[in-house]
Every structure is written in C-alpha cells, then in structure tokens.
C-alpha cells in the first residue's frame, strides 16, 4: 500500500482504467477482495466475528492493541494483502456514481462487505505502529480527496475513520511522529474542505462521533493542539479549524458543542499568554526614529511572527464563528490574555519592557480587524483598571515620558485615534469638551458656526515665522506646478484658480512662480488641501456610526457639567484630572533661559493652592502605585525624571499659574477678552524681554502685527450671527406663506447686536465652580504641551505629534473642530489652544532665527535634506523610478532640531490651513444617508 | 446624480476634460505616501531662480488682513465653495446654479416659476460675483432675456439688486439674492423700478401687464433652447426632450442619490461605536458581547 501511496498519481490510473467497462472492474474488485479475505481469515482468531471488534474495545490507543494479534504475519501474505488492496482502492477511486446518485457498484460492494472496517483491523493486528497509521491517513486521505462519488456518507466508511482518527488523538501529542501529525492534519483538513461543500456530513460526523465515546466531534478535538503550530501543519490546522467555525455558525448544535464541550477558546486564548511569554521583553531598538514595529521588524522575530499567527486566527474565526463561540472566545482573550499578562506586562520593571510592551500593544491592535476583538482590546485600555489606574490614564500620562517610551505611546494614540472608535474618541477627547467648560458660556452657540471666509485658515497662515515666509525663501516648486490666478477672458468678471501641470521638468521657465498676475501662489498648499479633504470626508463617513453628532448640544452640556461629571470621575475614573499633572499648565515654552528668568521675574512664593493639591495628589498617585511594590524601581525613575523636568520648568510654570489666578481675579470683562487671546501676547513680551537688546525692531513690528490682528479677531467676534440664519431654511415657510418673506432682514438696516454673543456678557465662572479647572483633558492638554516644544523636540516627535494633529483635525465633531481649528473661539483662561501654542511655537522659531544669522541657510538646507528624506521614503514604496534620488547638497544634524522644527512648523500650518478651510465646506455638507 | 453635488466637489479643482485625463495620476490620487508623509514639501527646483518679489522685506509680505497675500485666491475660492454649499442647503424651490467652469466668480442659474403671473416662467440668468468678495457690493443677477418686471432692466437684463443696497459680510448670503429673484416674481414690487413702464402698467393697468407678462413669459421660453449667451462648459443649456440622452439619466436622478466619493472610493469605510445613544459612557451599547 505504501509503494501505491507514494508512487501512485490518479492521472496514470486514470489511463489504464480508461475504456475498462465497469463490470470488468467489479469483477476484478471480487476476485482481489476475496484473495484479501482469505489472508484475513487465515489470521482472524475469531473468523465469524467481524462487527464485533467495534468501538467497544477501546481502540484508543497504540498500546492495547497487542492482545489481538494472532501470531506474526508472515511478510509475504502481508505485501500480497498491500497489493490486492492497493489496486482495489484505485478501482473504487475511480468508480463513477450510479445513477441517480446512487452507490457504484464497487462502493455497494464496499460498503456491504464492509471492506473498510476490515482492513482497519486487519492492520492493528499486525504492528499498529506509525508507519500503519501513516499508511491509513493517507489511503483516507487519498480516497476522501480523489472519489469521484460522496463516501462518508456510508457508515461502513465513515466508521473504520473514525476509529482510526480515534487511534490517533488517543497517544499524547509528542508521542506521534511528526510525519503522522502531519499526514493527520492533512487528512483533517481534508475533511473539513468535504464538510464545508457537503453540510449534511456534518451531522454524520457528529453522530458517529458520539458512537465513539468521549471523542465526540472528534475533527475538531484532534484539531485543536495543533492551534497554536508553527509552519505549514498549523497553517492547515487554523484553516481546517476555520471551515468548522464557518460551519458553525450555521449549525446551533455544532456551535453549542464547540462552546460548551470541547476547550477551543479557551486553548485559543490561553495559546495567546504562552505564545506571548516567548517574545522578547526588550526590544532592539534600531535607532532613534524607531518608534513602532512595522512589518519588517517584527518579521525578524519568529516568536512575534507565531504569535500574530494566533492573534489573526482569533480574529478570523471571531468573524466567522457563531456568535456563541465568538463570546466565549473574546471573553477568554480578555480574561486570559489581556487581564492577566498584558496588564502587568505594561507595567514591568523597566523603561525598555515597558516600552516593548507598548509597542506590542499597537502591533496587535493594527493587526486585528474585527470589531468584537477591537472590542476586546479596547474595553481593555478604556475600562480595566490595573492598580486601580485605567489602561488609558497610564497610556496617556506616559506620552510625556522621556526616551522612547513617550513615542512608542503617542504612536500607539496614533493607532487609536485613526480607529474611528467613539468610545476611544469619548475617553479621550469628547468626554472633557462635552461640558463645554473649556469654553466662554457666550461661545457654545458659537460651536457649530462655519467659517465661511477662511478667517481661521488666515489665522493659522499668519503665524508662519517671518524667516519661514514664503516670500523670503521661495518653497522650491513640486515637479514644476504652478498656478494661474487669470483674469476672467471676457474681462467682465474676474477669472479663478487653474492648476496646470508642466510636465516637462527641463522647462526653466518653469521655475517661475508668478504666472498671469502678480499674485504668488502656494502650491504645495493644493497638495494639503486635497488631503485635507480626503481625510476628513472619510473621517465623516466612518463618524455616521456615532452615537451623537457632539456639536454642544448633543449630548447636552447641562447633563455633564460639574455633578455628572464629579460623579463618573468618581466611579469610573478615579485619579484621571490628578494624572494630569504634566506640562499642560506651563504655558511658557521650556527653553526660557533660566539664569534670565531668575533675575528678571520674582518667583512667588507658592503656587496657587489647587494646582498644589493636583500636583501632590498626582505625584501621590502615580509613585503610589509604583513604590508599593518596591519592584517597580525603575519605573519610579522615569516618574523622577519627569518630575525633575518637571521641577526646571517649574519658575516658568509658577509664574504662569500667577499669571493665570491674576486673570480670574480681574474684573470679568477685561479678563474674558484677553483670556483667550493673552498668551501670544504675553509670551511675546516676556520673550522681549529676554532678547530685546538685539531685535528690538523685529520684534515689535511683530508685535505690533499680533496686536492688529488680535483687534482684528475681537472685531471678528462681533459677528457670529450668521448662525441664525443658517440654521433656519427659509424655505419652510415659503411655501404656505411666500410673500411674508422680510427680505429687509438681510439688509444691513436691521440691528443685528442683540443677537450676537458678547464676550463682555459672561462672567469667568470659576467663581461659581469652586476650584475646578476648566480642563480639556489630560490627552490634548499632553499633546500641546509636547507641541509647544517643538523647537527643541527631536524631528521624529514633531512628525508624530503634528500627524497625530492632524488626525484629531480631520474629526469633523463640532466640540473637536472648534477647538482646535476655529481660531475665533474664546477659551477659559486655564484653557491653552491649540492656536496659541502655536503662536508660541512661532514665537520661538523668531527668537532661534532672529539669534542665528545662518538660520535662512541652514532652513533652506533642512527643507532640501527633508525632501531627500521624503523620497527615499517614498522610493522605497514604489513610484518614482526615473528620478534618482535627491541628495540633499548640505546635511543639517538631526540635533539642529530646531531648523527642522521651523521647516516642519510651518508646513503644518499649511495642514491646519488646510483642514479649516475644507471642513468650512464638507462639515456643512447635509449629508443624505 | 445631483448636478449639485459633483459641482461642490468639482468647483475648487477644475480642469478641462483634457487635463483631468492627463493631471489625474499626478496629483489627484493621492501618492504613496510613508507612514509620516503628511507633511507635504515641495521639491527642489534644479537651479532655483530668484523670485523677483524675494527682496521684499519681510513685513511687507503681511497684507492688510495680517495673512499672506498668496493665499487670497484660496480664501476667495473656499468663500464662494461655501457659499455654494449654503445654496445646497437651503433647496430653493424652482432654482438651479452651478458655478462657471472659468470662474467661481460667475454662477449659472435657472428660476423655475411654478405659479401666479410669471407661471410656468423659465428664466436663465448669471450671477456675477465681485472679486473682492465678501466685502464687495452685492453679487449682480442678470437675467439672459430681459423679461418683463418693473425690477429687471429692460435692456440689460439686470435685476433684484435692490434689497442689498449694502453687501455685509456673515449677514448677506448668496442663496439670499437667489431667492429674492425667485421670490420678485411672485410678489410683485413696484418701488424703485428699474423697468418704469412694467411698474407704472402694473399700478395702473393690471390687465395689460398680465397680457405683456404672457407674452415675455412666451419669448423667454421660445429662446430656451438657445444656445448659452457665455460660452463655458458648464453654462446651463437646454435641449428638447431625447430619451436616447435623457432618460438613463433621469433614471439615475431617481434611483439613488449619492455622493459621487461614495461611487469611487470602493468598499465602505466604518468607525466603531459601543456608546448607547443618550449615555456618554463607553461601551454602554447593550448588545456588548458579555465579558465577566
């Protein structure tokens, strides 16, 4: 049989049995048969007696089978049986079904002799060792493969498999050579592809599964330690498994079984804790800029290969499993994986594990789709609480760590956020802008307004360094674009935009920017515009899912104020507002030069009371959960110097709380102006004072230029009301009652103040709400408070920081929009925008220009070794072959961070530019699903 | 497919049919992108050439609004997109617009007037929008045939200015005008005519008005299928009926209204939601999969 198996191909049989009638083979298939079962006979103990050898006798296993023999087989009867069988096979194979479906002859013949079972015994009589198991599977295996005609449905056939299957889940995996495990699999698999074309064999299975005893749905058990296999046998096993699940979920019994009777979950889950104890805990990390695991890296690591393996297999079969099934099984992965070792594993001794961890944390949640496993992971970091601290506030207090830990954490937020999940989105963001404390009572109305001229964009645009301007160094032009503004050709009206591509690089004259008219235009800015719109159109489109438009009045600020809100945090989020304890309140960048600060700014004596008791109770919190258990040295450490960051910055931070107690206290008009806007201008001032003696004349036509443009903004908030009449078709009212219309409405005549919200009219409210901190949360509060940094940050942590900006911009939920990108909005005082940590960041870059003669070189030196960057990048993709790459002439030093801030700053202005202007059209889009 | 709705999202990124085919490639799809390719720069021209304005201080560059001057036409085309979406809107009955291919600056429209004196009145017009909007004078409508209206100027065509003697930013509105045209039509006024002969009839003699109504109402409509006073493609022409053109896409108007990002962008993108509507807790949906 092992000579047929091995040499034997259908194609040749097919050949020597084409034109043979199917009589001739019947005969044929006697005359062997009978041949076999006078071997069989000659060495049957019992002769008559061939049903009873049935399940009943415990063909478990290898090791009992040994009373059955009956003296050796002599080698020559055996190698006939082989022979004779080896052929009578072949001539079942190639049976054609009779008609109507009905048994061949040969297979009736089977089936009522019983061949099969026969056979089975016949071979644990003799030597039941691996090399017979091996010879079964595969004539099984052959035969289930390459019948012409269904043959499980007949008991005579499906019985001796069974008990063959049987024989083999009963040894120890281990035991079985790897060359039967891997003919078993094969078989298995086999089987599966017949039950999922074949649905009513799945019922045959099952039953004469049960005749067997224990073993019942015996594919499945046999199937399952193999789950969690390495290399092609486990590749098999997960897809054989993967029918079944498919199958199941069809079939309430079968689901049911897998569910309550056999240990698939939760070996499926618990596989995911022993195949994650064998990854690295420390990571190699390759340099610098490595701040997630792409494809590349973890393909090195076969450990992290095998486990995301299991990770997509958890997350194919809970796609295709009956919903029982996938419950069971995410409710293992939680309880089994996630709780238990995931949740310490983020909490390790050390920077580096912990690091690691984080990482792996983002891999996995990049690597899984379905929304019951996102589910998983996510309830996980939003809702489990390890050492009474969420997953989440761990996640988001460590973004201000120093070394990588802080990046590897701000790109697992970069994965997060671009999940489009409203529960992520709710814990982080909305949950602290929904009370609308952040904001001036007078500007909630405000929330939805749309900037129909731009004025934001201009904003955002206006804060570009002068040394960045692009009037001062012409942006070189992407392959040649340039832009027509044209006048109109009947010269009746004024022509628009028109892009046109040069496609010719060697075309000089392409160079020029100006075309047409005197108007210079940005092109790149097209660029961002473009992406700007595809990002936030399908922000949009994954958003229709939410629950509630957050647009300030759904859900309604008035339930989430100060009670409700006390009491989640209470229950649900102890400790959140004292995790906050990071830069969010030194609103003056870090790089203040400290001798300076000390000698020109008296240092009150102590902070504002609460933001002592935040500090202390933060600090309290976090080293409490670590010093408990003294284990956790190092991570104390990291806290340390953080904290000692923390303590440098604190003269700069200190005067800043005055600064903003100061505020409250003043009469309520002026402060209520001036809060919002203050920081700028008081930044520029304090920075004045730092570098007046060498600017002077730069910085005050700058601040002058700021000055205008804050009267400007002030006269901008007069006029909000547009609102009301964009909110109310009058097209409702046309049709009953068309000529009440008062056009005189819209004309200039009407008096319009009453209805506008003064930023005089409302009081501060701090008053009222004793102590608490108008806050927008400790993620965007961390997220600014890195950006202000952005001079001195490293250029990997400013792509990171502004994309993940970038990201939350394109969200097109009012209460997110209008705080970071409606420049207009009036803010609590404790409150920083992102508009003016920007003038901040701005402020900064003058100072480093206005200090460094070469900055003009050196920038435009940083713009070319970026555009390098960018194309090795890209190169690597695909995309451009002809070009070769750019070799940036002079290479600025990655540490001159901030030459390549500046570059990078004023890019993303352009960004946010960008999005502001296309959500003043896209966000108002009434959308028609 | 709403006409509307491919020209919001065509109007700020028009080209010639030529160019589409040609520009598409190269900056319409997106380019590959790495994972940080966000930040857009510009390459590197070979031998960049000195810009002439290079030399200008840097103060100078600020215009009057604190912004820079090279980014107007970006403010000036999202303003009249945004107008545009605000006519979107507001549905005005029996009106049709769309900008012009040439210009944002000029709007092609059609009032459809469905009852009273003017009934059963197609009339095309343009609206010409002043290039230092929005703080300029009001946008001017000028009616292709000067129909017969003591507010439409016999000659010129021009009409409906009066109820904006002063254009004023956030208040005055596009759709605004549009619909006072439509509405001048069903109300008539008679103040300040700028066709005094249709006032002075209408006050004194309602009855010959209405004969000279029908017979304007009848000439606009026997120009209908005239071909565009403004050569431009995406001026509004009408043809007699041809159901070889017309019905599949009629049909289509009726079958299903999307967007046309909707058609391209290939398999649906979803967010994720577990948030109960009404609660603010996440993972507050009760059909949660049960986890103990």
């Not at chain 1, 792409?294 to 009956?322: G, M, T, Y």
């Not at chain 2, 017969?148 to 200015?161: C, E, K, M, Q, T």
């Not at chain 2, 006032?199 to 109402?217: E, G, H, N, P, R």
Request: with cysteine; charged share 20%.
């Amino acid at each position: 049989m092992t000579s047929m198996v091995a040499n034997g191909t259908r194609g040749d049989q097919s050949l020597v049995l084409k034109g043979v009638d199917p009589e001739t083979c019947m005969i044929v298939f006697k005359n062997h048969w009978a041949q076999v079962v006078k071997i069989l006979e000659k060495h049957d103990p019992l002769r008559s007696i061939v049903g009873g050898l049935g399940g009943g006798h415990g063909l478990g296993g290898g090791g009992g089978l040994g009373s059955f023999r009956f003296g050796p087989v002599p080698g020559d009867e055996a190698s006939a049986v082989q022979n004779y069988v080896e052929h009578m096979l072949f001539l079942l194979m190639e049976e054609e079904c009779g008609q109507n479906g009905a048994m061949g002859p040969i297979l009736e013949f089977v089936v009522m002799e019983n061949v099969l079972e026969r056979l089975f015994i016949w071979s644990l009589r003799r030597e039941f060792t691996d090399d017979m198991k091996l010879e079964q599977l595969k004539m099984y295996e052959m035969l289930i493969g390459q019948a012409r005609q269904p043959l499980l449905h007949h008991k005579p056939v499906l019985k001796p498999l069974m008990m063959l299957l049987s024989s083999c889940s009963g040894s120890p995996s281990g035991s079985s050579s790897s060359a039967v495990e891997t003919e078993l699999v094969l078989l298995l698999n086999q089987l599966c592809c017949v039950l999922a074309k074949d649905p009513s064999v799945l019922e045959l299975f099952f039953h004469t599964s049960e005749d067997q005893g224990a073993a019942n749905f015996l594919i499945f058990s046999l199937l399952i330690p193999f789950i969690h296999r390495e290399g092609s046998v486990g590749q098999q096993a997960r897809d054989a498994l993967l029918l079944i699940m498919a199958l199941s979920a069809e079939n309430h019994v079968v689901a049911k079984h897998i569910a309550e009777n056999t240990y698939f979950c939760p070996v499926l889950a618990t596989g995911l804790s022993g195949l994650y104890s064998s990854l690295p805990t420390k990571l190699d990390v390759p340099s610098e800029e490595w701040h997630c695991l792409h494809r590349e890296d973890w393909q090195q690591l076969p450990a992290l290969v095998q486990f995301l393996n299991s990770l997509e297999f958890c997350n194919a079969v809970i796609q295709v499993a009956h919903p029982s099934t996938r419950d069971q099984l995410v409710g293992y992965i939680h309880n089994g994986f996630l709780v238990p070792v995931l949740a310490p594993a983020l909490h390790k001794l050390t920077l580096e594990e912990v690091m690691t961890t984080t990482a792996y944390l983002d891999l996995f949640i990049r690597s899984i789709s379905e929304p019951a496993l996102l589910h998983t992971f996510l309830s996980f970091i939003l809702l489990h609480r390890h050492d009474n601290v969420h997953i989440l506030d761990t996640l988001v207090s460590r973004i201000n760590t120093p070394f990588q830990l802080g990046t590897v954490s701000l790109a697992l937020f970069r994965t997060l956020i671009g999940l489009f999940c409203e529960d992520v989105m709710l814990q982080l963001v909305f949950k602290y802008l929904i009370p609308c404390n952040h904001m001036m009572l007078s500007q909630r109305r405000v929330l939805r307004e749309r900037d129909c001229y731009s004025v934001s964009a201009a904003k955002f645009l206006a804060l570009t360094p002068s040394c960045c301007s692009p009037e001062v160094i012409p942006p070189p032009l992407r392959k040649l674009d340039s832009i027509l503004w044209s006048k109109g050709t009947d010269g009746s009206h004024i022509g628009t935009m028109e892009s046109k591509e040069v496609l010719s690089e060697e075309d000089d004259c392409g160079n020029s920017c100006v075309i047409g008219s005197e108007i210079y235009l940005d092109v790149s800015y097209l660029h961002y515009l473009y992406d700007a719109q595809n990002s936030i159109s399908h922000c949009m489109r994954a958003c229709r899912v939410w629950s509630a438009p957050y647009d300030g009045e759904n859900p309604p600020p008035e339930e989430y104020q100060r009670n409700t809100l006390e009491e989640a945090d209470l229950t649900a989020t102890p400790g959140l507002l004292e995790l906050e304890w990071d830069d969010s309140y030194d609103a003056c960048p870090t790089q203040l030069h400290p001798e300076e600060d000390q000698e020109t700014r008296p240092i009150p004596d102590e902070p504002p009371k609460h933001i002592q008791e935040l500090r202390r109770t933060a600090i309290m919190i976090v080293k409490g959960s670590y010093i408990e258990e003294s284990e956790f040295q190092n991570d104390v450490m990291v806290y340390n110097l953080v904290a000692q960051k923390d303590a440098h910055d604190s003269a700069a931070k200190q005067e800043m709380l005055d600064e903003s107690v100061t505020d409250q206290k003043t009469t309520n008009s002026e402060s209520s102006i001036s809060n919002g806007l203050s920081s700028p201008l008081d930044e520029m001032d304090s920075k004045k004072r730092g570098s007046q003696s060498n600017h002077k004349s730069l910085e005050g036509e700058d601040l002058v230029a700021q000055y205008e443009e804050l009267i400007r903004t002030l006269g901008a908030q007069h006029s909000p009301a547009k609102t009301d009449s964009e909110l109310k078709s009058p097209t409702d009212l046309m049709d009953e009652e068309e000529d009440e219309i008062d056009f005189n409405s819209f004309s200039p005549e009407t008096p319009e103040a009453e209805k506008l919200p003064s930023p005089f009219g409302t009081k501060p409210r701090s008053g009222s709400r004793g102590h608490a901190v108008p806050f927008t949360g400790p993620f965007l509060s961390v997220l600014l408070s890195r950006l202000e940094n952005m001079p001195s940050n490293s250029l990997h942590v400013n792509l990171l920081l502004t994309g993940i900006l970038a990201q939350l911009a394109a969200y097109p939920q009012p209460l997110l929009r209008s705080f970071l990108l409606n420049t207009n909005m009036v803010f609590q005082p404790s409150v920083r925008s992102l508009y003016q940590v920007l003038a901040s960041v701005k402020n900064q870059i003058e100072q480093c220009s206005a200090n460094n003669k070469d900055f003009p070189e050196l920038l435009t030196a940083a713009q070319h070794c970026l555009l390098a960057r960018e194309s090795s990048l890209r190169g690597q993709t695909d995309r451009i072959k002809t070009k070769p790459n750019i070799q940036p002439k002079t290479v600025v030093p990655l540490n001159k961070t901030e030459v390549y801030a500046a570059v990078l700053f004023t890019e993303f202005l352009k960004e946010l530019a960008a999005f502001a202007q296309e959500h003043s059209i896209l966000s108002h889009l009434p959308t028609e699903q | 497919m709403n006409p509307f709705w491919s020209m919001s999202t065509n109007a700020g990124r028009k080209r010639s049919d030529g160019e589409e085919q040609v520009g598409q490639g190269e900056q319409k799809s997106s380019p590959a992108r790495p994972s940080f390719g966000k930040k857009q720069l510009p390459s590197i021209p070979k031998n960049a050439v000195p810009i002439t304005k290079a030399a200008s201080p840097a103060p100078s560059t600020q215009s009057a609004n604190g912004t820079h001057a090279s980014y107007g036409p970006f403010y000036l085309e999202y303003s009249l997109l945004a107008e545009f979406t605000l006519v979107i809107k507001q549905k005005l009955p029996g009106i049709y617009v769309q900008p012009s291919y040439r210009s944002a600056l000029m709007w092609f429209g059609v009032i459809f007037i469905r009852h009273g004196l003017y009934q059963d009145g197609v009339f095309k017009f343009t609206v010409y929008i002043p290039d230092n909007y929005p703080d300029g004078d009001c946008p001017r409508v000028v009616f292709d045939t000067p129909v017969f209206h003591p507010l439409v100027d016999p000659v010129s065509g021009a009409g409906v200015r009066r109820a904006f003697t002063k254009w004023r930013r956030n208040h005055n509105h596009i759709w605004q005008v549009l619909m006072y045209a439509r509405t001048v039509f069903y109300k008539i006024n008679t103040m300040d005519p700028l066709n005094p002969e249709a006032a002075v009839l209408y006050d004194k003699d309602i009855q010959l008005f209405k004969s000279k109504v029908v017979d304007s109402v009848k000439l606009c409509n026997s120009h209908l299928f005239d071909q565009p006073k403004i050569d431009d493609p995406y001026a509004i022409s009408f043809s007699p009926w041809n159901p070889a053109v017309h019905e599949e896409a009629k049909e289509k108007m009726f079958a299903h209204k999307r967007r046309p990002e909707d058609y391209n962008k290939g398999l649906p993108v979803s967010g994720l939601s577990w948030v109960k509507p009404g609660s603010t807790q996440p993972f507050s949906k009760e059909d949660n999969p049960l986890q103990t």
